[in-house]
C-alpha cells in the first residue's frame, strides 16, 4: 500500500517564502515523477510544477510560478520538495501532489494523489 502525504501549508504574509512536502510510504523503490497541483476555491485544479527522475530530474513550471517555485528531491526518503518564494496574495490554495512510483524490478508502477495541503498569503 502506498501513501502520499502532503505537509508544509500556513498562513504567510505576501513575499514569504514556504517549502511543501510530498512524501510517499509504503514498499516502492523510487518516484518516477511527481506532480504538484493547486486549487483555489471556485477555480479549476491547476498544474504548477512537476519533476520526472527518469529522465534526469526534468522540471516544468507553469508561467505563473516560473523563478519563484522550484522542486526539489530527496530520494532517500522518497519526497520531493515544492519550495515557494516570494509568495503572492494569488497563490493561495490547497496544493497536492500526484506522483508514479516504481514498485519493483520487474517495472510495476503505482500512480496516485495525497489529500492535499493549504496555503494562505495575506497581503
Known amino acids: 500500500q502506498v501513501q502520499l502525504v502532503e505537509s508544509g501549508g500556513g498562513l504567510l504574509q505576501a513575499g514569504e517564502s514556504l517549502t511543501l512536502s510530498c512524501a510517499a510510504s509504503g514498499s516502492i523503490l523510487r518516484l518516477n515523477e511527481v506532480e504538484w497541483y493547486r486549487q483555489a476555491p471556485g477555480e479549476q485544479r491547476e498544474l504548477v510544477a512537476s519533476i520526472t527522475t527518469t529522465s534526469g530530474g526534468t522540471t516544468n513550471y507553469a508561467d505563473g510560478v516560473k523563478g519563484r517555485f522550484t522542486i526539489s528531491i530527496d530520494n532517500a526518503k522518497n519526497t520531493r520538495y515544492l519550495q515557494m518564494d516570494s509568495l503572492k496574495p494569488e497563490d493561495p490554495a490547497v496544493f497536492s501532489c500526484?506522483?508514479?512510483?516504481?514498485?519493483?524490478?520487474?517495472?510495476?508502477?503505482?500512480w496516485g494523489g495525497g489529500q492535499g495541503t493549504q496555503v494562505t498569503v495575506s497581503s
Open positions: 500526484n506522483a508514479e512510483a516504481l514498485m519493483d524490478s520487474l517495472g510495476t508502477t503505482w
